[in-house]
């Protein structure tokens, strides 16, 4: 108890309260990954380039502008970075619609609470609802002397969490670099009811709903109800406060990869690009618009589609705001 009582201070926007009875999966897996983070050495002085703390004038900068880039580029890093289990024509992709609570390990209070707010500036932009300060972490941001072995102490000491991801989907978190995501998506009916989960072919799960039959939208969507990311802090030095949040705001709050070509910058490419994008990059704001744009069971192809549809409307935006100042001047 002790040690959520000092990640609590550590952190203020992160406050763990261990509910024994009752409890969620989504809620155990964010606990039990919150206990092995805590069980890490002493918080990190921040060994990331300058960024202070965040402020509240802080904000995105949208330039607006795909110069020669077509539509089917676009659309095709698009889908290059979407991770989708099941067929794009029939099966959404995942997002959160539980209210979010982001929490940072490993990193000096002022340090995490700059990166901590800059999360949930992203996500309010997105129109993510919001828990107040005082909740259960379900996005946890950890710096860690080794990721990966993170993740495989965890595997092997609780695999029961893990039991519905096949082989691939655990490779993917245990993918050797800087930074690893554990993503766990539930899914659920087109109004929230849990759908059960089971590990073989032949007992399927079924559900009873009332609903009208549609050829636009699904009758399941996938809900991300909790998200570890974890950093190698060794891999961190260099990079500022505003790309580490901007990173885990692609990976955590979209199931995402790293891409292998790109026509548009993206900060996907953080740890692999000679000249990393200070934050996100107009792509990635298309993208994560489009995928928290409407309902959240459309089939995956239309919010790879629509990634095309809010770079056009952000050059609008952006346009606008410019002939707004200068009348203004």
């Not at 406050?15 to 897996?29: A, E, Q």
């Not at 999360?119 to 309010?124: E, Q």
């Not at 298309?286 to 409407?294: E, I, K, N, P, V």
Request: hydrophobic residues 45%; contains cysteine; negative net charge.
């Amino acid at each position: 108890m002790r040690r959520f009582v000092t990640f609590c201070r550590l952190v203020r926007c992160v406050c763990v309260r261990i509910l024994t009875s009752k409890m969620t999966l989504s809620g155990r897996i964010a606990t039990l990954a919150l206990a092995l983070a805590l069980s890490l050495p002493a918080p990190l002085a921040a060994q990331v380039e300058g960024d202070s703390p965040a402020s509240d004038d802080d904000e995105i900068v949208v330039t607006g502008t795909i110069g020669e880039i077509s539509v089917s580029q676009v659309q095709r890093q698009a889908r290059d970075i979407a991770v989708n289990h099941g067929n794009v024509l029939e099966t959404p992709l995942a997002r959160f619609e539980d209210r979010l609570c982001p929490g940072v390990v490993g990193l000096e209070e002022d340090f995490a609470f700059a990166l901590n707010a800059r999360i949930r500036m992203n996500a309010d932009a997105l129109g993510v609802r919001l828990l107040e300060d005082d909740c259960r972490p379900n996005f946890v941001v950890v710096f860690a002397e080794d990721g990966e072995q993170l993740f495989r102490n965890l595997i092997d000491e609780s695999p029961q969490y893990f039991r519905f991801l096949d082989s691939g989907e655990v490779a993917d978190i245990l993918e050797p670099g800087p930074a690893h995501v554990w993503t766990n998506v539930e899914p659920r009916t087109l109004t929230g009811m849990p759908i059960a989960q089971v590990r073989n072919l032949t007992a399927m799960p079924t559900m009873r709903v009332w609903g009208a039959h549609s050829r636009i939208y699904t009758a399941a969507r996938n809900d991300i109800v909790s998200v570890m990311i974890t950093f190698d802090r060794d891999a961190v030095r260099g990079f500022s406060l505003r790309q580490l949040a901007d990173y885990a705001t692609m990976r955590g709050l979209a199931q995402t990869r790293i891409p292998r070509d790109t026509v548009m910058d993206s900060i996907l490419s953080l740890f692999d690009s000679e000249t990393p994008p200070v934050g996100l990059t107009e792509f990635d704001q298309a993208y994560l618009r489009s995928l928290y744009d409407g309902i959240p069971n459309l089939p995956a192809f239309r919010k790879i589609s629509g990634t095309t549809r809010q770079l056009r409307l952000m050059a609008e935006e952006a346009a606008g705001e410019a002939a707004a100042s200068a009348s203004g001047e």
